[in-house]
């Protein structure tokens, strides 16, 4: 076997060979024992054994983890759906309505509106306002019939020009004049059912 080396390394490769006393291949000495699997050993590539390191993550990590799977984003979905939609399906409660974009929802069971003597202007923008509902109205002569009327109550009297908010021991919580405006009158009976 004939190597071609460099230029520059045959005069290295002359001295070499003159070295080296020349030896028949059945007069060569013998290789000392272990040296064969002591140069495999020290030349051969090393073979890396690749252990996966597992890092313990911390409950914020784990909680944060389980937030960013899509389960959880459909499962919040699903809950806000369910939470929009079961009011909707089922409905207002019996003793309440909604009428109108109104500040106030009240039933005819809870409290009664009468009015004591005419005011068509007033009555009507009251009656109309979409806050009440029809059955809650009453009208009496006068304020002494009043008492006739059973539960918590407004009372509206033109007689009188004032508006009066009475619990249904009898007890009056309120009062205010009726507002000059006819549509001012709605929301000023609004607040008087409020503080019942």
């Given at each position: 076997?004939?190597l071609e080396?460099?230029?520059?390394?045959h005069?290295?490769?002359?001295?070499?060979q003159?070295?080296?006393?020349?030896?028949?291949?059945?007069?060569a000495?013998?290789?000392?024992t272990g040296?064969?699997?002591?140069?495999m050993?020290r030349f051969?590539?090393?073979?890396?054994v690749?252990?996966?390191?597992?890092e313990?993550s911390?409950?914020?990590?784990k909680?944060?983890?389980f937030?960013?799977?899509?389960?959880f984003?459909i499962?919040?979905?699903?809950?806000?759906?369910?939470g929009?939609?079961?009011?909707m399906?089922s409905?207002?409660?019996?003793?309440e309505?909604?009428?109108?974009?109104?500040?106030?929802?009240?039933?005819?069971?809870e409290?009664?509106?009468?009015?004591v003597?005419?005011n068509?202007a007033v009555?009507s923008?009251?009656?109309?306002?979409g806050?009440?509902?029809?059955?809650?109205?009453?009208?009496?002569?006068?304020?002494?019939?009043?008492?006739?009327?059973?539960?918590a109550?407004?009372?509206?009297?033109?007689?009188?020009g004032?508006?009066?908010?009475?619990?249904?021991?009898?007890?009056q919580?309120h009062?205010?004049?009726?507002p000059?405006?006819?549509?001012?009158?709605a929301?000023a009976?609004a607040?008087?059912?409020?503080?019942l």
């Amino acid at each position: 076997m004939h190597l071609e080396l460099p230029e520059h390394l045959h005069s290295t490769r002359d001295l070499l060979q003159r070295s080296l006393p020349a030896y028949a291949l059945e007069k060569a000495p013998a290789m000392p024992t272990g040296l064969a699997d002591e140069l495999m050993a020290r030349f051969a590539p090393k073979t890396v054994v690749v252990t996966p390191v597992v890092e313990k993550s911390s409950l914020i990590e784990k909680v944060r983890a389980f937030f960013a799977t899509p389960a959880f984003g459909i499962a919040a979905a699903a809950v806000v759906v369910l939470g929009v939609a079961a009011p909707m399906i089922s409905g207002p409660a019996p003793q309440e309505s909604f009428r109108g974009a109104g500040s106030a929802v009240y039933s005819s069971g809870e409290v009664s509106i009468v009015f004591v003597g005419t005011n068509r202007a007033v009555q009507s923008a009251v009656e109309n306002s979409g806050n009440f509902e029809a059955s809650a109205f009453r009208s009496a002569t006068d304020f002494t019939a009043v008492q006739d009327v059973s539960g918590a109550k407004v009372v509206i009297d033109f007689n009188g020009g004032k508006i009066f908010a009475i619990q249904a021991d009898g007890t009056q919580v309120h009062s205010v004049r009726i507002p000059g405006e006819a549509d001012k009158a709605a929301a000023a009976v609004a607040d008087a059912v409020s503080r019942l």
